[in-house]
T-cell receptor
């Protein structure tokens, strides 16, 4: 059983397109996150969601929007994709606001 | 805001040797968690070890142990009897207590290579 899953694992698209990455966790956790890992492997938090509420929103372009249909899912929508959006995107979840975060396998997004 | 610094971009050791990865952090928080995550070539993020700042005892997990120096804001990872499967990127991460909504703050990582 996969604890945190993401689809797709690879996504290649053209500049200007709109795309979504799905994330699901079966751990019953109450907080979910999106991280971005750039080409230099640096990881940075983008969003977190708790009880269907967006908790934080870092300096992320408003082209990025998280959507949570329910507690187990946190999808990432990206509009008008740019070359600089190419990265690996990780979804994660945690039991509470102090616990270990469990990561999904990552989605490698390539914008051409 | 907190920062996490890993000063060793890459390290290489022979199999079975002991290796120590360095991590320092800066924060004004008094209660927080520190983590070491491993990212092998498969890119999966795997928790190696976790330390609560309010605990004086250093955390250990089998061959992995930390040297946590709260006053110095240092959190190094020691890997004993290194194995080929330990080859990976290692990330040090910080999270303030009750601050899960802020997510993890990561260092830039250390690429560890275990040579046969």
């Amino acid at each position: 059983d996969t604890a945190v899953s993401q689809t797709p694992k690879y996504l290649v698209t053209q500049m200007g397109n709109d795309k979504s990455i799905k994330c699901e966790q079966n751990l019953g956790h109450d907080t979910m996150y999106w991280y971005k890992q750039d080409s230099k492997k640096f990881l940075k938090i983008m969003f977190s969601y708790n009880n269907k509420e967006l908790i934080i929103n870092e300096t992320v372009p408003n082209r990025f929007s998280p959507k949570s249909p329910d507690k187990a899912h946190l999808n990432l929508h990206i509009n008008s994709l740019e070359l600089g959006d190419s990265a690996v995107y990780f979804c994660a979840s945690s039991q509470d606001r102090t616990g270990e975060q469990f990561f999904g396998p990552g989605t490698r997004l390539t914008v051409l | 805001a907190q920062t996490v610094t890993q000063s060793q971009p890459e390290m290489s050791v022979q199999e079975a040797e002991t290796v120590t990865l360095s991590c320092t952090y800066d924060t004004s928080e008094s209660n927080y968690y520190l983590f070491w995550y491993k990212q092998p070539p498969s890119r999966q993020m795997i928790l190696v070890i976790r330390q609560e700042a309010y605990k004086q005892q250093n955390a250990t997990e089998n061959r992995f142990s930390v040297n946590f120096q709260k006053a110095a804001k240092s959190f190094s990872l020691k890997i004993s009897d290194s194995q080929l499967g330990d080859t990976a990127m290692y990330f040090c991460a910080f999270m303030k207590l009750g601050g899960g909504a802020d997510g993890l703050t990561f260092g830039k990582g250390t690429h560890l290579i275990i040579q046969p």
